[in-house]
T-cell receptor, first 113, second 109 residues
Framework: NAGVTQTPKFRVLKTGQSMTLLCAQD?????MYWYRQDPGMGLRLIHYSVGEGTTAKGEVPDGYNVSRLKKQNFLLGLESAAPSQTSVYFC????????????FGPGTRLTVL | GQNIDQPTEMTATEGAIVQINCTYQ??????LFWYQQHAGEAPTFLSYNVLDGLEEKGRFSSFLSRSKGYSYLLLKELQMKDSASYLC??????????WGAGTKLIIKP
């Protein structure tokens, strides 16, 4: 089992460009999450999904969109990248809400110039 | 507001014991998680506490006091590979994780 995978691992964008980050999991988890991690701050939830075809906003959703067309995939889109979106992005999946741990992908390091 | 506080950095000696503290304020409470994150890598799950008391798992133990809004992670017999950041996260009433900024643990030989 690959667990949670993310592509790409690194990306440099210019302000205003768009891109999509892909997350895939092979654990048949219902819940999937996109976080960003910035120095000196905790992980912040961008968007999440509680099942195929569903998405919901997290703590910092502005400037991002997501889609969950297939249970195993969760896509994060940046329509018009800004320097403030320079960050490390982590995707995670989990079996449920409460005591279930989240499994994280290796992260995508994004720089917006 | 919701908040998780933990020290920014701690230093300990190989073979020793270290306690990493975490205080939390969340809207409702559905448990407290600890994750380990090595530099440049993804967080990995260490422990989950929802009831008061100590949960032991090998060299690592986690404690929770709900009345005090307090948790700690205890690492025994420290090894160099324990050098990492330790993330405390509270699960709020909406079952969303509120994350602390992490404690960077430096182990010296």
């Amino acid at each position: 089992n690959a667990g949670v995978t993310q592509t790409p691992k690194f990306r440099v964008l210019k302000t205003g460009q768009s891109m999509t980050l892909l997350c895939a999991q092979d654990m048949n988890h219902e819940y999937m999450y996109w976080y960003r991690q910035d120095p000196g701050m905790g992980l912040r939830l961008i968007h999440y999904s509680v099942g195929e075809g569903t998405t919901a906003k997290g703590e910092v959703p502005d400037g991002y969109n997501v889609s969950r067309l297939k249970k195993q995939n969760f896509l994060l889109g940046l329509e018009s990248a800004a320097p403030s979106q320079t960050s490390v992005y982590f995707c995670a999946s989990g079996a449920g809400l409460a005591a279930n741990e989240q499994f994280f992908g290796p992260g995508t390091r994004l720089t917006v110039l | 507001g919701q908040n998780i506080d933990q020290p920014t950095e701690m230093t300990a000696t190989e073979g020793a014991i270290v306690q990493i503290n975490c205080t939390y304020q969340t809207s409702g409470f559905n448990g407290l998680f600890w994750y380990q994150q090595h530099a440049g890598e993804a967080p990995t799950f260490l422990s989950y506490n929802v009831l008061d008391g100590l949960e032991e798992k090998g060299r690592f133990s986690s404690f929770l006091s709900r009345s005090k809004g307090y948790s700690y992670l205890l690492l025994k017999e420290l090894q160099m590979k324990d050098s990492a950041s330790y993330l405390c996260a509270g699960l709020d009433s909406n079952y969303q994780l509120i994350w602390g900024a992490g404690t960077k643990l430096i182990i010296k030989p």
